[in-house]
């Protein structure tokens, strides 16, 4: 086999991906989690009676813990696969990577397995979330003041 017949097979089993497809369904997924949320505003304001501050908090916890149950059920893995980017709000992400690294090394133990393991992916995003926050704030103090 030459190089252009590889090429040529080589094509032929590409997945074929549509990006207006994916496009779209990532931007409804994203809508309606943004539907979900402002709901869950809603009820834990008025049903709860909390102020909008709190709530907020509650919503994203909610978030947090319904990531990380279908993340260890195994769901949300699945549902990212057709969804894709419109899964990943940045607090869903982070928790999915978060729980999945902490399964992925359960058979080590809690300490060496989870505690040690857990961070590994989501180490470098605290990392570089705390060094640019402090840069931007010193910018802006510098810029602004206090």
């Known amino acids: 086999?030459?190089?252009?017949?590889?090429?040529?097979?080589?094509?032929?089993?590409?997945?074929?991906?549509?990006?207006?497809?994916?496009?779209?369904?990532?931007?409804?997924c994203g809508g309606v989690f943004a539907i979900?949320?402002?709901v869950l505003l809603y009820v834990y304001m008025?049903?709860?009676?909390?102020?909008?501050?709190s709530a907020l908090s509650l919503v994203i916890v909610t978030f947090i813990f319904v990531t990380?149950?279908?993340?260890?059920?195994?769901?949300?893995?699945?549902f990212?696969?057709?969804f894709g980017a419109g899964m990943?709000?940045?607090?869903?992400?982070?928790?999915?990577?978060?729980?999945?690294?902490?399964?992925e090394c359960r058979s080590e133990g809690p300490?060496?397995?989870i505690g040690s393991n857990m961070f590994k992916l989501a180490?470098?995003?605290i990392t570089y979330g705390i060094v640019s926050a402090f840069f931007f704030g010193a910018i802006r103090f510098l810029l602004f003041g206090a």
């Open 36 to 38: 979900i949320g402002q």
């Open 46 to 53: 008025h049903m709860l009676k909390m102020d909008e501050k």
């Open 68 to 78: 990380s149950v279908s993340t260890g059920l195994g769901v949300y893995d699945k």
């Open 111 to 113: 300490i060496y397995g």
């Open 123 to 125: 180490g470098s995003v």
């Open 1 to 28: 086999m030459d190089k252009k017949q590889i090429k040529d097979t080589a094509k032929k089993h590409v997945p074929k991906h549509t990006k207006l497809r994916n496009t779209i369904v990532a931007f409804l």
């Open 80 to 82: 990212a696969q057709f």
């Open 88 to 103: 990943f709000i940045p607090i869903s992400g982070f928790a999915n990577s978060l729980t999945a690294s902490a399964l």
